[in-house]
């Protein structure tokens, strides 16, 4: 099971940081990422990290702005963002992925799903 929190409703140029909590098992041997999916659109892939945290990826459009870490001995993994935007209002999810070493950017090889936190961005 994961659990999301830390959403909310914060003003343009703020911050926020999500958290993501993984029980029942550990997760830390694998993928995980944060996704987001704002109203009438697909959910998109927001940041990754592998299972040591030695690589991160981001969308480009959350580059520089927002920072993707873990804890594993937490089962946690977070979301830093930073100046946030107006266009980075959305529901954001957690994901991990099975596969260790790769950051996959689709949805589909993620396995496991949490519920989702609102981030709602003002101007």
């Known amino acids: 099971q994961l659990q999301a929190s830390g959403g909310g409703l914060v003003q343009a140029g703020g911050s926020l940081r999500l958290s993501c909590a993984a029980s029942?098992?550990?997760?830390?041997?694998?993928?995980m990422a944060w996704f987001r999916q704002a109203p009438g659109k697909e959910r998109e892939f927001v940041a990754g990290?592998?299972?040591?945290?030695?690589?991160?990826y981001y969308a480009d459009s959350v580059k520089g702005r927002f920072t993707i870490s873990r804890d594993n001995a937490k089962n946690t993994v977070y979301l830093q963002m930073n100046s946030v935007k107006p266009e980075d209002t959305a529901v954001y999810s957690c994901?991990?992925?099975?596969?260790?070493?790769?950051?996959?950017?689709?949805?589909?090889?993620?396995?496991?799903w949490g519920q989702g936190t609102q981030v709602t961005v003002s101007s």
């Open positions: 994901a991990i992925d099975r596969n260790r070493f790769v950051i996959a950017t689709m949805s589909n090889p993620y396995d496991y």
């Open positions: 029942g098992r550990t997760f830390s041997s694998y993928t």
């Open positions: 990290i592998t299972w040591n945290g030695g690589n991160t």
